[in-house]
């Protein structure tokens, strides 16, 4: 048993230090030679390598193994991606930031003013339809406000973590969903495709809503199954 736990954590560190250099070096040398670019899609190859190289090798884990791989593939991940967009791209939000930038402006607003001042400002802005455009401002808010040491870029680099572990939490309550409709073995599958998913990383990594929505969404549905 420890032989199988001291593999699998080997496996991570290997893989992970191998693939991570890898895509660096990659991404250098396309950064140095611009004659073609193709920096985005070498990135977007390594990733997808990742994502199979894990599923084979998660499949044989147990489900804590797995939440770990998960936090770790995350993790890693939306780090390197999000240091790609800050120092190659040269805007840490990733490639013309829409929504991003919208949430990033109003952390900016925000900032030094109360609850109450957080709310009438994304009310009274043209982008919010309802109040149902509150939630993930207030959850950006409230993040500055533990925070308040950082500036608001590098908050960002809080909120990536955040999305990262939010994403885990997520992957664990759709493996216990799953186990209501379908065997163990294939829950367990169905986990890891979703936890190693490499589209993920790239909404996490710019500080997107959709990773915590999922999540909520996800604990909700689980615990409404259970419920009734």
């Keep these: 048993m420890k032989r199988s736990v001291s593999v699998f954590y080997y496996n991570i560190i ?14 250098i040398w396309c950064g140095v030679f611009r004659v073609n670019d193709f920096t985005p899609y070498i990135v977007q190859i390594v990733f997808l390598m990742l994502f199979f ?10 489900v804590f193994e797995i939440l770990i791989l998960i936090l770790a ?28 930038l919208f949430y990033h402006e109003l952390n900016e607003q925000t900032r030094y003013g109360t609850l109450h001042e957080c709310i009438t400002t994304v009310l009274s802005n043209p982008r919010s339809a309802a109040i149902d455009d509150l939630g993930y401002p207030l959850f ?10 950082l500036s608001i870029d590098d908050l960002l680099v809080v909120v990536v973590l955040c999305n990262a572990l939010f994403h885990t939490i997520g ?6 969903l799953s186990l ?5 073995r294939t829950a367990k599958i169905t986990m890891l495709l979703w936890g190693l998913s490499s589209a993920v990383i790239f909404i ?19 615990y409404m199954q259970g419920f009734f």
């Design 14 to 27: 290997v893989i992970f230090c191998a693939f991570s250099f890898l895509g660096l070096l990659l991404c």
């Design 53 to 62: 190289i894990f599923v084979i090798l998660g499949y044989q884990y147990s």
């Design 73 to 100: 593939y995350q993790v890693i991940g939306c780090l390197l991606l999000f240091s790609y967009y800050k120092y190659y791209v040269g805007n840490p939000l990733g490639w013309n930031p829409n929504d991003a």
């Design 140 to 149: 950006r808010f409230l993040l500055i406000k533990i925070f308040f040491f």
């Design 171 to 176: 992957a664990y309550f759709l493996y216990k």
């Design 180 to 184: 209501f409709f379908i065997s163990s």
């Design 204 to 222: 996490s990594s710019s500080g997107l809503k959709d990773t915590l929505f999922s999540f909520i969404t996800l604990c909700a549905i689980y």
